[in-house]
Nanobody, 125 residues
Framework: QVQVVESGGGLVQAGGSLRLSCATS????????MAWFRQAPGKEREFVAA????????GYAASVKGRFTISRDNAKNTMYLQMNSLKPEDTAVYFC??????????????????WGQGTQVTVSS
């Protein structure tokens, strides 16, 4: 069994920054494609960013590209999401997810095997 735990959420003003962390346990993170999804109130969960097992392959939603950076440290079994230039529309619960599938299918939410409980990010205007 794999446990996935997010941290780092909080309240920030528009234009500010936050860094989310996702720690895994139970199996080495290097076995997984990792991703961040988010869900805003009243909306469906949506893809934010993904990273391949080696860290060299990344993908971003158009709404965050250029502002968010995904990275991973396999030695620490941890993934990160650096969020800069935050906007009120970034307000959501952010979820970390792990997939045993290859990076080529990173957009397919249903292929992620393990999910965290989420961390709240609130951006005030």
């Amino acid at each position: 069994q794999v446990q996935v735990v997010e941290s780092g959420g909080g309240l920030v003003q528009a234009g500010g920054s936050l860094r989310l962390s996702c720690a895994t346990s139970g199996r080495t993170i290097s076995d997984y494609t990792m991703a961040w999804f988010r869900q805003a109130p009243g909306k469906e969960r949506e893809f934010v960013a993904a990273i391949g097992w080696s860290g060299t392959s990344t993908g971003y939603a158009a709404s965050v590209k250029g502002r968010f950076t995904i990275s991973r440290d396999n030695a620490k079994n941890t993934m990160y999401l650096q969020m800069n230039s935050l906007k009120p529309e970034d307000t959501a619960v952010y979820f970390c997810a792990a997939s045993t599938h290859s990076f080529s299918v990173y957009l397919m939410e249903h292929l992620y095997d393990y999910w965290g409980q989420g961390t709240q990010v609130t951006v005030s205007s």
